[in-house]
């Protein structure tokens, strides 16, 4: 190495130093704070008559919803998260049939419209990525 090569060398080394480590020390304050206990609740619409039947457990409650005892909305309040990223809310009618709900997300309230006449007769919670099942209420 050549002599002016040298010295730069020597005052890039000096310099870069008292640059990179108040850098450093700002981007360290700066951070966001990502805590896990985030009190950030998911809600949807709004709800729609009184409740008429509750079914609850550790993970899950689930309320049905409506007026004259007729059933108008399922509302599914997630006490737990939810490990999974993408979950889908399954309600089986009591003919058999599923019909898809919609999705669940953080811990909150969701709340789903059911068509007039439509009885659940449980909720089945679903990770369609693995193709596993979460959590599964019967209703009766």
């Known amino acids: 190495m050549i002599k002016p090569l040298r010295s730069r060398h020597q005052i890039i080394w ?16 700066q951070r966001p704070d990502f805590s896990k206990n985030t009190k950030e609740i998911a809600t949807s619409t709004p709800a729609i008559g009184n409740i008429l039947k509750e079914v609850e457990n550790q993970q899950l409650k689930v309320n049905l919803r409506g007026e004259d005892n007729t059933y108008q909305q399922l509302e599914v309040i997630v006490k737990t ?6 979950t889908i809310v399954y309600g089986k009618l009591s003919t058999g049939k599923n019909i898809t709900l919609g ?38």
Do not use: H, W
């Open 14 to 29: 000096f310099i870069m130093p008292l640059i990179v480590v108040p850098l450093l020390v700002l981007s360290i304050i």
């Open 81 to 86: 998260p939810i490990e999974a990223p993408f």
């Open 103 to 140: 999705t669940i997300g953080q811990r909150g309230v969701y709340r789903y419209s059911l068509t007039p006449g439509q009885t659940l007769s449980e909720i089945v919670l679903q990770d369609k990525i693995k193709q596993t099942e979460i959590n599964r209420l019967k209703l009766k």
